[in-house]
C-alpha cells in the first residue's frame, strides 16, 4: 500500500519511504541526526557511519592519518571524516556503488571509459551525487570561522538546503529504486588524467553553488555537473573535442572551471519533480526548457573561479613569466589546455611545472 502526506512524502508500507518531501527531508536529514539516506534514528537502528571520502579510496592512498583541508582552512583527519548512517545503508550503498566504482577504477582509463559507454553513465552520476551531498551535509559539523573565540555560524547554515534537496532525491534512489527519467542526468565527464609524481595520485573539488564536483584519482578523472541535465556539456563539447591527450592536474582544473562557470550562468534551466503515476509508479523526473541560453556574468568571474581552483598548483609553477600569467588568470584571459594557437598543450606540468607560453 502507498501512502502520500501533506509535504508530498511518498510512503510504501512494504519498501518504506519512496521520496522525501521538502519539509521532511528538512526535518530527518539536514537538520536531524538520522541516517543520511534513509532518515532512521540511531535510536531505532545500528548505525557505523559513513565515510564522506570513499573508505576504499582512503585504503587505496593510505590516508588514513591525512587530512583534508576544509573551506575554512582548518584540517581533518579523513579518518574523523564520517557523516550518520545506519548499518543497512551503509552495507547497501557499499553493494550497489561502491564496490563496483572501486572495480571499474581498477581497470584504468580506457577500459573504464569503454565500460560506462556500455553500460551508460548512471553508476558514476549517482555516486558523484552521493560524494557532492556526504561533503556538504559534513559542513553542519564545522564553523565558517575555525576560530572558537569567536561567534561564528556553520558552513552549512549558509546552504539552501531545497537545492540540495534534489541531490538527495537521485542519492536516496539507490536505495528506493525508483525509477529516473534520462534527462535528470547532468553534465558528465571521463577524461583521461596523467601521472605526475610530483602532483600526487588524487584531487578532490566541489563548488556547492555550481553544483558541480571534480574528483581524479591514478589515471582517471571524473567531473560532473549535477543539476543542468546535460546544459553545460552542451555548450562547452566543442572544447572538449580539441583535446587530444591526457590532462594534468591544472588542465583539468580548467575544465572544472568552464563547467562550473557555465552552470552558474545559464538563464534556462530544467525543473525537477517527483511523479507518482497511478499510486504505483514513482519517477524523478525532468522538465527541460525550450532552449539552453548562457549568460555572461561577473559573481563571481570565470577568472576568479580559475584562479580559486588553480592557485595551489600555480604556486608550485616555474615560468620566467609567472606573476604575469597569475594576473591573466585571474582575468580568466590565460588557458592551461589550449596555447594561443588553440591547440592542445600535450607537455602540461612534465617539466617544472611547465605551462602554456603566453
Known sequence: MMRMYRDHTIEDSDKGILYFGTERFLSEIAEADNCFLCGTS???????????????????????????????????????????????????????????????????????????????????????????????????????????????????????????????CLIHAIL?????????????????????????????????????IMLRLDDICVIAVLNDSGACLQLFSKYLDRITGPLSPVQIREVYSNLAYIN??????????????????????????KEVRFAKHNHPSYGALLDRNCSHYLDSAIHPNLERIRKLVKKGKYSFLFDSAGHFVSDSMEKCGRLPPL
Open 176 to 212: 528506493s529504486q525508483v525509477e529516473i527519467h534520462d534527462h535528470v542526468l547532468g553534465s558528465l565527464v571521463m577524461l583521461p588524467a596523467k601521472s605526475l609524481p610530483a602532483h600526487g595520485r588524487f584531487d578532490f573539488g566541489d563548488l556547492y553553488a555550481a553544483q558541480t
Open 42 to 168: 540511531p535510536s531505532e537502528s545500528d548505525f557505523n557511519d559513513e565515510h564522506v571520502l570513499p573508505a576504499w579510496i582512503v585504503r587505496k592512498l593510505d590516508l588514513s592519518s591525512s587530512r583534508i583541508v576544509l573551506p575554512n582552512q582548518a584540517a581533518v583527519p579523513y579518518s574523523r571524516y564520517k557523516i550518520r548512517c545506519c548499518r543497512r545503508c551503509n552495507s547497501l550503498l557499499s553493494r550497489r556503488l561502491e564496490t563496483p566504482i572501486s572495480h571499474l577504477w581498477a581497470k584504468g582509463y580506457k577500459a573504464a571509459a569503454n565500460q560506462i559507454r556500455v553500460d551508460g553513465p548512471w553508476l558514476i552520476f549517482k555516486w558523484l551525487s552521493l560524494v557532492f551531498f556526504k561533503t556538504h551535509l559534513k559542513d553542519r559539523d564545522y564553523r565558517i570561522s575555525p576560530d572558537t573565540r569567536h561567534k561564528s555560524k556553520q558552513i552549512a547554515d549558509t546552504y539552501d538546503w531545497n537545492a540540495l534537496h534534489h541531490i538527495h
Open 264 to 289: 552558474l550562468g545559464l538563464k534556462t534551466r530544467s525543473t525537477f519533480a517527483t511523479r507518482l503515476r497511478g499510486f504505483s509508479q514513482v519517477s524523478l523526473v525532468a522538465e527541460l526548457p
